[in-house]
């Protein structure tokens, strides 16, 4: 090879070698504005990892809807389980789900239960309010019955077996326009745990303590407190079902004549079944509507220590005997339990997940809650449940404030709009010898008839074909539902044209810029990929055309037909062995056809 072809080699391996020298340095250049990029978006989750729950059915029929909504908009896979309270406590604790759903804490003091909290470090977010509501199977005279009112003591006596036949004197005290029947009162409990019946026994033990502790000791129960699994006495008219659906759907059967079950408001609406007006402090019958819920809830006594495990949990105490005309006694609200820790399978990609589902449903996820059969969260909850996401590991906290949270209750002025605007009862729901005909819950639009010697329709203050404007939302949204007890919310439809129920204005996300850093970095590998490829084959070249022109050397010849003992074929430089020339036949097997 001559100077000159030599130097030409030795200039193309020089700029091959300066350029990726090059490249080198400007990557241990942007090195540190790596590192640092990688230190601040640590926490931020990059991917959207699909989620897993378990708990309530008292909530599961909003969660449900927000888990549609979610995945029609933005394709964020959530799955809930609504297997129970207890046993979403319970899973959780265990690291089975990423987050459970509850309308209790753990530890919940007065109840029958230790339920200690878990070692995984967690928070409690609001989701929903709503009301405890009684659904319930009655007809008189082969017409079914819509406008029942009940008191406080009289529903204590009723869930403890005291009272057995809806005709007792006490039941028609609180209804003077209907003669009701003598049949027998079937309670239809929930026979798993529920926090639900924890919500129930909670009301019942703080206000008539009496009548459930001797119920309690009936049953053989040694502690009478707050309890999620309901006692049965052996004996009594008393049917345990399992899930809200259970419940529900059993007093919905046409065979279930003189059933009562507890439920969340949400599951009467889709079985298209009325709830019982329960007396409050005021002395007014109310049904657990969105409105009468959020003016319940401005009694409750909220835990605001941030450094307590117990932060944002609630004590109803103040709810049961709150002095509104307008209150519901039985209004409560559901917590999610959130890691906020990366421990176990929980992983920063879930937790983005998981922070923004949240979001949601704090915010737009509200918009649905009255047509969904709950009431949405007034600003404090909803603020500090923003406040609580944050501490999930991979969310991202640009997403999370009030001024851009489209939640319903939300005014100008931060003040609860639903609770200032919530009408007040009807005259016909007071207290006395009148009584509303006008239908509740899923039935809101059938009236029933005065039944009494002094009652008959139009007598009170409601007219055939009216419908209480409280409910009028509700009724309207429902008109053309399908009965459902499946313990999902489904069917739901506007009275207009039947469309369905879909997400509210969706959540603006801000779109998640590549860094600078990484453009350069994947700027740099491209190039890198390029040189590694293009150019050996470009310096063989170049090195070939640059050698001197001379005879080819011989070929020497191969010995490999020799070592084989081939013979000849019709190319004389290749040879087979005689074996492999001969062609194979195969023979039918007669067991073979």
């Known amino acids: 090879m001559s100077n000159s072809q030599s130097c030409v080699s030795r200039g193309i391996l020089r700029g091959f070698r300066t350029i990726v020298i090059v490249a080198l340095v400007a990557m241990i250049g942007s090195a540190p504005s790596l590192v640092a990029a990688s230190s601040a978006t640590a926490a931020i989750g990059t991917t959207y990892y699909p989620v897993a729950g378990a708990g309530s059915t008292w909530s599961a029929n909003a969660l449900q809807q927000w888990i549609r909504n979610v995945f029609d908009n933005y394709r964020w896979k959530v799955t809930f389980d609504d297997s129970g309270s207890s046993a979403g406590?319970?899973?959780?604790?265990?690291?089975?789900?990423?987050?459970?759903?509850?309308?209790?804490?753990?530890?919940?003091?007065?109840?029958?239960?230790?339920?200690?909290?878990?070692?995984?470090?967690?928070?409690?977010?609001?989701?929903?309010?709503?009301?405890?509501?009684?659904?319930?199977?009655?007809?008189?005279?082969?017409?079914?019955v819509t406008n029942l009112r009940l008191s406080g003591v009289v529903l204590a006596k009723i869930f403890?077996?005291?009272?057995?036949?809806?005709?007792?004197?006490?039941?028609?005290?609180?209804?003077?326009?209907?003669?009701?029947?003598?049949?027998?009162?079937?309670?239809?409990?929930?026979?798993?745990?529920?926090?639900?019946?924890?919500?129930?026994?909670?009301?019942?033990?703080?206000?008539?303590?009496?009548?459930?502790?001797a119920y309690c000791a009936k049953?053989?129960?040694?502690?009478?407190?707050?309890?999620?699994?309901?006692?049965?006495?052996?004996?009594?008219?008393?049917?345990?079902?399992?899930?809200?659906?259970?419940?529900?759907?059993?007093?919905?059967?046409?065979?279930?004549?003189?059933?009562i079950t507890y439920v969340e408001d949400s599951y009467a609406l889709n079985a298209r079944f009325p709830v019982a007006k329960v007396l409050n402090s005021a002395g007014y019958y109310t049904e657990p509507t969105a409105s009468n819920v959020a003016v319940s809830l401005l009694a409750a006594v909220i835990n605001k220590d941030s450094n307590s495990p117990d932060y944002l949990t609630a004590n109803l105490s103040g709810v049961y005997g709150n002095a509104d005309q307008r209150t519901y006694p039985l209004s409560s609200y559901s917590y999610m339990i959130v890691p906020t820790a990366l421990e176990g399978s929980f992983?920063?990609?879930?937790?983005?997940?998981?922070?923004?589902?949240?979001?949601?449903?704090?915010?737009?996820?509200?918009?649905?809650?009255?047509?969904?059969?709950?009431?949405p969260l007034p600003i404090n909850l909803a603020q500090a449940?923003?406040?609580?996401?944050?501490?999930?590991?991979?969310?991202?906290p640009k997403n999370k404030n009030v001024s851009s949270c489209n939640n319903p209750t939300f005014s100008p002025d931060g003040t609860n709009k639903v609770a200032n605007d919530a009408p007040q009862p009807q005259a016909c729901d007071k207290q006395g010898s009148d009584q509303c005909l006008t239908g509740t819950g899923g039935a809101a639009d059938v009236v029933t008839a005065g039944s009494s010697a002094t009652g008959g329709v139009g007598s009170t203050g409601a007219k055939a074909g009216s419908t209480a404007s409280a409910t009028s939302a509700t009724e309207a949204a429902l008109s053309t539902g399908a009965v459902s007890t499946s313990g999902e919310a489904v069917g739901l439809s506007s009275a207009s044209g039947g469309t369905p129920v879909i997400a509210g204005v969706p959540l603006n996300i801000p779109g998640r810029g590549i860094l600078v850093p990484t453009v350069l970095l994947m700027t740099l590998a491209a190039v890198g990929v390029?040189?590694?490829?293009?150019?050996?084959?470009?310096?063989?070249?170049?090195?070939?055309?640059?050698?001197?022109?001379?005879?080819?050397?011989a070929r020497r010849p191969s010995r490999i037909p020799e070592m084989f003992g081939a013979a000849e074929v019709k190319n004389p430089n290749v040879k087979v062995r005689d074996f492999f020339r001969k062609r194979g036949r195969a023979v039918l097997q007669r067991k073979d056809s």
């Open 347 to 375: 992983t920063e990609n879930k937790g983005l997940t998981l922070a923004d589902f949240a979001s949601y449903f704090l915010c737009e996820g509200q918009q649905q809650a009255e047509v969904l059969g709950y009431s």
């Open 385 to 396: 449940g923003l406040e609580q996401i944050q501490k999930i590991p991979g969310g991202n």
């Open 160 to 213: 403890t077996g005291v009272i057995t036949k809806w005709n007792d004197p006490a039941i028609a005290a609180d209804n003077p326009k209907l003669a009701l029947p003598g049949v027998g009162i079937v309670p239809v409990v929930r026979s798993d745990g529920s926090g639900t019946t924890a919500q129930l026994t909670s009301w019942m033990r703080a206000t008539y303590p009496a009548i459930w502790n």
């Open 219 to 259: 049953a053989g129960r040694a502690n009478c407190g707050i309890t999620s699994n309901y006692p049965i006495v052996s004996g009594t008219a008393f049917i345990g079902q399992q899930g809200s659906n259970g419940v529900a759907g059993f007093v919905a059967q046409s065979k279930s004549v003189g059933s």
């Open 530 to 553: 390029l040189l590694v490829m293009l150019l050996p084959p470009i310096l063989a070249r170049r090195l070939s055309t640059a050698a001197p022109a001379g005879p080819r050397r």
């Open 89 to 144: 406590r319970q899973l959780f604790s265990q690291g089975t789900v990423d987050f459970g759903v509850s309308e209790i804490p753990y530890q919940l003091a007065g109840s029958d239960s230790p339920d200690p909290r878990p070692t995984r470090q967690f928070a409690y977010v609001p989701i929903v309010a709503g009301g405890t509501a009684f659904m319930y199977n009655l007809v008189i005279g082969g017409q079914r």
